[in-house]
């Protein structure tokens, strides 16, 4: 293994890109990639490198920026959005949006990510906005979506491969993803995914060999190099001490670790971990868990949840377990059409799903149903508001009579006038003053007097992100912003769950 045969085989299977440093940019727990990578790593036109994946036309490499998955039509943005903005810009705007705990900034924020639209005017190295978006996906753990970005793209190489390869990891289907890469070792995004790709493929001695020549070289430290021997060979380290998990494992790691039985727990790592806890292999708790952290994130569909949420009975009591009994009171008084029942499972749901932030999932879920129901008093109230962030057709809650001047303002803004009533107290007042075209700010006036409106829009988000911290001046920047580019569904959806929502801390 020694010998120098062993060598040129290592340095044809890996190639000479892997020597260079990570990219300051890149999202540090995923693969890595250099700054600068050559013209054949370039997003290049034709089908996914993906087997299975969808066909789609060729697509010239100037092009794969204005890929996306929602046309114009269905987002509602126009097919300039960038304008004459530089990519470069535009993808640490993206990089360094914030990951927003309302779920309507959320749904914007992706509508922005998923848009098909032309690059921006100038667009720099081509594939930097599009990589930006890809990678801003994997971090908000919207990872089918950023699978499905790739394919739709055509994006292929190196750049594209190793985003593949991390989501595929995540996933668990990696064995499509090792076939592609043991067919062509050229896309290999490190040492480890070529070893792994071989081991799982049963060539052991290549991928021993391979290992062996990256620590001759030493450009495998010695915690990636001690997991990587005991994935290829777990019992020669039977009675060893557990190894000392990475701080920032990576999926490849994490894959790893759950080969040689000791498996991280994802809780603690970003939420793009989550989708692992939901395969059947995990344990009960733990999927619901996951599913909770993705439902949070906006990218699980919530019947998923109520399916997890629902499987069996809860064996014990206290946190999770007591969620998971006030969910399945209120699903069984709603199939019997009980409205006593109801009336009692709903302000007791609506409290557990609050504590996990989960209330529009909460909504999504069971609103179109509570309105129906002749509900009085609390129950009525509870019923009311899930509708109104539910975002139900307003003729659905008619019937329900605002209580108070809380809830008039709320219907009133739900109407799209929140200003035909008093305002209740300052966060009212920050949104009527943006809903009726007041402080709008300069940089955002100077980025849609440009033509900037995919900029306008991330500016937005950062805004009302700093305005759910209390900025109220944040709120009416943000939400002024959107109104001015004639968003008002967005600004609707957002001022009313800011104001049931409460996400101040």
């Given at each position: 293994m020694?010998?120098?045969?062993?060598?040129a085989?290592?340095?044809?299977l890996?190639?000479?890109?892997?020597?260079?440093?990570s990219?300051?940019?890149?999202?540090?727990w995923l693969?890595?990639?250099?700054?600068?990578p050559s013209?054949a790593?370039?997003?290049?036109p034709?089908?996914?490198a993906?087997?299975?994946?969808?066909?789609?036309?060729p697509?010239?490499?100037?092009d794969v920026d204005a890929?996306?998955l929602l046309?114009?039509?269905q987002?509602g943005?126009p097919?300039?959005?960038?304008?004459?903005?530089?990519?470069?810009?535009?993808?640490?705007?993206?990089?360094?949006?914030?990951?927003n705990?309302?779920?309507?900034v959320?749904?914007?924020?992706?509508?922005l990510l998923?848009?098909?639209?032309?690059?921006?005017?100038?667009?720099?190295?081509?594939?930097?906005l599009f990589?930006?978006?890809?990678?801003?996906?994997?971090?908000?753990?919207?990872?089918?979506?950023?699978q499905?970005?790739?394919?739709v793209s055509?994006?292929?190489?190196?750049e594209?491969?190793r985003r593949?390869?991390?989501?595929?990891?995540?996933?668990?289907?990696?064995?499509?993803?090792?076939?592609?890469?043991?067919a062509a070792?050229?896309?290999?995004p490190?040492?480890?995914?070529?070893i792994?790709c071989?081991?799982r493929s049963?060539d052991w001695?290549?991928?021993a060999t391979?290992?062996?020549?990256?620590?001759?070289?030493g450009?495998i430290d010695?915690?990636e190099?001690d997991l990587i021997?005991?994935?290829?060979?777990?019992?020669?380290f039977?009675?060893?001490?557990?190894?000392?998990?990475?701080?920032?494992?990576?999926?490849?790691?994490?894959r790893m670790f759950?080969a040689?039985?000791?498996?991280?727990p994802?809780?603690?790592?970003p939420?793009?971990?989550?989708h692992?806890?939901?395969?059947?292999?995990?344990?009960w708790?733990?999927?619901i868990?996951?599913a909770?952290?993705?439902?949070h994130?906006?990218?699980?569909d919530p019947?998923q949840?109520l399916?997890?949420?629902t499987r069996?009975?809860p064996?014990?009591?206290?946190?999770?377990?007591?969620?998971?009994?006030?969910?399945?009171?209120?699903d069984?008084?709603?199939?019997?059409?009980?409205?006593?029942?109801?009336?009692q499972?709903?302000?007791?749901?609506f409290?557990?799903?609050?504590?996990?932030?989960?209330?529009?999932?909460?909504?999504?879920?069971?609103?179109?149903?509570?309105?129906?129901l002749?509900?009085?008093?609390?129950?009525?109230?509870?019923?009311?508001?899930?509708?109104?962030i539910?975002?139900?057709d307003?003729?659905?809650?008619?019937?329900?009579?605002?209580?108070?001047?809380?809830?008039?303002?709320l219907?009133?803004l739900?109407q799209?006038?929140?200003?035909?009533?008093?305002s209740?107290?300052?966060?009212s007042?920050?949104?009527?003053?943006?809903?009726?075209?007041?402080?709008?700010?300069?940089?955002?006036?100077d980025?849609l007097?440009?033509?900037r409106?995919?900029e306008?829009?991330?500016?937005?988000v950062?805004?009302?992100?700093?305005?759910?911290q209390?900025?109220?001046?944040?709120?009416t920047?943000?939400?002024?912003?959107?109104?001015?580019?004639?968003?008002?569904?967005?600004?609707?959806?957002?001022?009313?769950?800011m104001m049931?929502?409460?996400?101040?801390?």
């Open positions: 020694r010998n120098s045969a062993s060598l085989l290592v340095l044809f890996v190639p000479a890109r892997l020597f260079a440093e990219p300051l940019s890149a999202i540090d693969t890595q990639s250099p700054p600068t013209q790593e370039q997003p290049q034709g089908l996914s993906m087997p299975g994946n969808v066909a789609t036309a697509l010239d490499t100037a890929a996306g046309t114009p039509r987002t943005l097919q300039n959005l960038w304008g004459p903005g530089r990519a470069d810009d535009i993808a640490e705007r993206v990089a360094t949006a914030p990951a705990s309302l779920p309507a959320h749904e914007l924020t992706m509508s998923l848009a098909e639209a032309w690059p921006p005017g100038d667009q720099g190295r081509p594939g930097t990589f930006a978006r890809v990678d801003k996906l994997v971090q908000l753990g919207a990872l089918d979506q950023a499905a970005l790739l394919d055509g994006a292929r190489g190196a594209a491969f593949r390869f991390d989501i595929a990891l995540l996933q668990g289907t990696e064995t499509r993803a090792c076939g592609v890469l043991n070792p050229q896309l290999a490190g040492y480890p995914a070529r792994y071989l081991a049963g001695q290549a991928a391979i290992l062996h020549s990256a620590r001759t070289l450009i010695s915690s190099s021997a005991r994935f290829l060979d777990p019992d020669l039977e009675g060893e001490p557990s190894l000392s998990p990475p701080q920032r494992p990576t999926p490849i790691d994490w759950e040689i039985g000791e498996p991280l994802t809780f603690t790592l939420i793009a971990f989550a692992a806890e939901l395969r059947d292999t995990a344990g708790k733990a999927q868990e996951a909770e952290r993705l439902a994130a906006g990218v699980l019947n949840l399916d997890f949420y069996q009975s064996a014990a009591s206290g946190g999770l377990w007591d969620r998971v009994a006030a969910i399945q009171a209120l069984s008084a709603i199939a019997a059409k009980d409205t006593r029942l109801v009336a499972a709903l302000p007791i749901a409290s557990q799903m609050q504590r996990a932030e989960l209330e529009v999932t909460l909504a999504r879920i069971y609103a179109e149903a509570l309105v129906d002749p509900l009085t008093g609390e129950a009525a109230s509870f019923a009311f508001r899930l509708g109104l539910a975002d139900l307003p003729s659905a809650l008619q019937h329900i009579q605002p209580r108070d001047a809380e809830e008039r303002f219907w009133a739900f799209g006038n929140p200003g035909s009533v008093p209740i107290d300052g966060l007042r920050a949104i009527t003053a943006a809903t009726t075209g007041k402080g709008l700010s300069d940089e955002a006036a980025l007097a440009r033509h409106q995919g306008a829009i991330l500016y937005a950062d805004r009302i992100s700093r305005g759910i209390g900025d109220l001046r944040g709120v920047e943000g939400l002024a912003t959107l109104h001015a580019l004639g968003m008002e569904p967005a600004v609707r959806k957002i001022a009313l769950q049931i929502l409460d996400r101040r801390g």
